[in-house]
C-alpha cells in the first residue's frame, strides 16, 4: 500500500514541477517581452530626439574627456575625436534645447580645460578655439587634484561627508592587502536584500595575466588597467530568484551590494574604480570560463583596486540637482 502512496506523491510532485516550469515559461516570456518593448520604445540611443537622451550622450562625452584629462599616464593630442564629436553633440543640443543647461554648460567648461591643457600644443585646434569663442562664460572645468589623506579624511565622518567623498580613483601605487579585501567584503555584507536571500558573490582576480584578459573583455580601463592590483567581479546567484517577475533581481541586489562595497572600500582606504558589466553574451561567457564562475552566477560588475598613491587627479563627474530627478506623487482630489 505504501508503494502506491509513494508512486502517487512522486506522480503529484512531477505534476507540479511541470506545471511551476510551464508557468515560468509563460511569465519569464511575458516578463523579457514587456522588457524588450519597454527598451525598444525609450533606450536613448534610439531616441536622441528627446532631451534627456540628447543630454546623456552629451554626459557620455565630457566624461570621456575628463578621464583623460585625469589620467595616470596622460599623452598630450589625446582624445581629438572626441573633442570634435563633443563639439558637434553641445552645438545640436543648443540649437533644439537652448543654452542653460548645467551639464551642458559643464561639458564647455571640459572642452575649455582640455584647451588650457593644450595651450602650447603645436597644433592648432580650429573647431575647439572657434566652439570656445562662442562660449565666453564657459570657465575651465578642472579635475580636483588631491592628497591622498584628504581624499581619505572623511572615513570616519558622518554619512554626509563620508558619501561625499567617495568618488572612483583610476590611480594605483601598489597591492591591497588580501585581509583588507576581505573587511571590505564583510563590511559590505551589511547590504539589504529581497528577503535576505543574500544574492551577491565575490570573485576576486589576484593574478595579472588573468586581470588583463579580464580587462580585454570588459574594455573600460583604457590609460590604467595594467596598473590596478586586485579585480573584484560581482555576481549575483540566480539559484536565490523564484519567479520571472524577479528577473532584474540579480542586477537589483547585486548592484545594492555593490554600492555597499565601495563605501566599504572607500572606509579601509582602498583606491577603486567601478566598471561597466555592459557586454555581449560572448565576453560574458568567455570571463565565465576564464575564473570558473558557476553559470548559475550573472556578472553584476567589476571593481579595479588599488593601494592609493600619495596625490592623484579624480574626475569631477558633476551631478544632477535633487530637484530634477524627484516628482513627488498625490492622489488627485
Ligand atoms: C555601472 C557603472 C559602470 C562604470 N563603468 C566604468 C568603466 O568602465 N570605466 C571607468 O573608468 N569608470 C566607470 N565607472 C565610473 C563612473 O565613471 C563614475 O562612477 C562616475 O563618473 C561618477 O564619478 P564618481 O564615482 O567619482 O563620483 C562606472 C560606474 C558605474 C556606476
Known amino acids: 500500500m505504501s508503494g502506491v502512496f509513494d508512486c502517487l506523491r512522486r506522480i503529484k510532485r512531477l505534476a507540479s514541477d511541470a506545471l511551476l516550469n510551464m508557468r515560468l515559461r509563460v511569465e519569464a516570456g511575458r516578463a523579457f517581452r514587456y522588457d524588450k518593448e519597454q527598451f525598444m520604445a525609450n533606450a536613448g540611443a534610439l531616441h536622441l530626439d528627446r532631451k534627456a537622451a540628447s543630454r546623456a550622450e552629451i554626459v557620455m562625452g565630457y566624461h570621456v574627456l575628463e578621464k583623460g584629462l585625469t589620467m595616470p599616464r596622460r599623452r598630450l593630442g589625446f ?6 564629436h563633443l563639439i558637434n553633440l553641445v552645438n545640436s543640443f543648443e540649437r533644439r534645447f537652448g543654452c542653460d543647461d548645467p551639464q551642458v554648460c559643464h561639458a564647455a567648461g571640459v572642452l575649455r580645460a582640455y584647451r588650457e591643457l593644450h595651450r602650447d600644443w603645436p597644433e592648432s585646434m580650429p573647431r575647439l578655439d572657434a566652439f570656445l569663442a562662442a562660449h565666453p562664460h564657459a570657465s575651465a572645468a578642472r579635475q580636483p587634484h588631491v592628497r591622498r589623506d584628504d581624499f581619505f579624511a572623511a572615513r570616519r565622518a558622518p554619512f554626509d561627508e563620508f558619501a561625499a567623498s567617495r568618488h572612483v580613483v583610476r590611480h594605483f601605487a601598489g597591492p591591497v592587502p588580501r585581509a583588507t579585501i576581505e573587511a571590505a567584503v564583510d563590511l559590505a555584507m551589511t547590504a539589504p536584500s529581497a528577503c535576505n536571500r543574500q544574492h551577491a558573490r565575490v570573485h576576486v582576480v589576484d593574478d595579472p595575466v588573468l ?3 579580464l580587462f580585454a573583455l570588459q574594455g573600460g580601463t ?41 563605501y566599504a572600500l572607500h572606509f579601509h582606504g582602498v583606491a577603486h574604480c567601478i566598471l561597466h558589466w555592459s557586454v555581449a553574451p560572448e565576453a560574458d561567457r568567455a570571463v565565465h570560463g576564464l575564473l570558473d564562475i558557476p553559470a548559475n552566477e550573472a556578472i553584476v560588475q567589476v571593481i579595479a583596486c588599488g593601494a592609493p598613491p600619495e596625490e592623484f587627479d579624480v574626475a569631477s563627474s558633476p551631478r544632477l540637482a535633487w530637484n530634477e530627478i524627484l516628482t513627488w506623487h498625490r492622489a488627485a482630489k
Open 79 to 84: 582624445g581629438k575625436g572626441a573633442v570634435v
Open 211 to 213: 586581470r588583463d584578459k
Open 222 to 262: 583604457r590609460g590604467f588597467g595594467s596598473t590596478v592590483d586586485k579585480v573584484i567581479v560581482v555576481t549575483a546567484d540566480l539559484s536565490s530568484v523564484r519567479w520571472a517577475w524577479e528577473r532584474h533581481d540579480c542586477y537589483v541586489n547585486g548592484g545594492i551590494f555593490v554600492m555597499n562595497l565601495c
